[in-house]
């Protein structure tokens, strides 16, 4: 059983399009970190988030953290190949000593 | 400044033997955590230092095993290498591991 749930898993679209990734666990994060991953390389930090509520964006990436701190968003717009990638949520969470876990991630594919 | 050095990026191994993998963090990042990174378990903790000391370690088997040294510098040694240890192992640093990771490129491991 992962801790932390991240849909959808396989994404390919059009370039132009809208996408949105998830991010869910029952348990409390104490902060929760995008990544993206190209083949070859290690994941890249994108965001970090700790506050409920929390949004931030960064150019066309929007990251919402959910109220109760226990879900998060990653939001696209007009997506381009470059954004071509995997896409991993990671919580730190109190229950497990504050570790960083991963979600399964997305691989996100835009077509031009 | 130069970014987290992993040595070697590549390597092959047969059964039974050891191996050691050297993790280098950016200047002055205390925290370094290695993952193992699979395509059927995507990223899975393995452990995380501070400061010389082991802070966290995740679910594997003793034969998985690492240290910190006073430069922060890490490493990690696997022995009696099994097939299934076949993955890329990612270390990555941080000043405080809630506020997000920088990864290295990590090693590949093949075991034969």
């Known amino acids: 059983t992962q801790l932390l749930e991240q849909s959808p898993q396989f994404l390919s679209i059009q370039e132009g399009e809208n996408l949105t990734v998830y991010c869910n666990s029952s348990?409390?994060?104490?902060?929760l970190q995008w990544y993206r991953q190209e083949p070859g390389e290690g994941p890249v930090l994108l965001v970090t988030v700790v506050t409920g509520g929390e949004v931030k964006k960064l150019k066309r990436l929007t990251f919402q953290f959910g109220d109760a701190r226990k879900d998060s968003s990653l939001h696209i717009t007009a997506a381009q190949p470059g954004d071509t990638g995997l896409y991993l949520c990671?919580?730190?969470?109190?229950?497990?000593?504050?570790?960083?876990?991963f979600g399964a991630g997305t691989i996100l594919r835009v077509k031009s | 400044k130069a970014g987290v050095t992993q040595t070697p990026r590549y390597l092959i191994k047969t059964r039974g033997q050891q191996v050691t993998l050297s993790c280098s963090p950016i200047s002055g990042h205390r925290s370094v955590s290695w993952y193992q990174q699979t395509p059927g378990q995507g990223l899975q903790f393995l452990f995380e230092y501070f400061s010389e000391t082991q802070r966290n370690k995740g679910n594997f088997p003793g034969r998985f095993s690492g240290r910190q040294f006073s430069n922060s510098r890490s490493e990690m040694n696997v022995s009696t290498l099994e097939l299934g240890d076949s993955a890329l192992y990612l270390c990555a640093s941080s000043l405080d591991s809630l506020y997000g990771y920088t990864f290295g490129s990590g090693t590949r491991l093949t075991v034969v």
């Open positions: 990671a919580g730190a969470m109190v229950e497990y000593g504050n570790k960083l876990v």
């Open positions: 348990s409390v994060f104490s902060s």
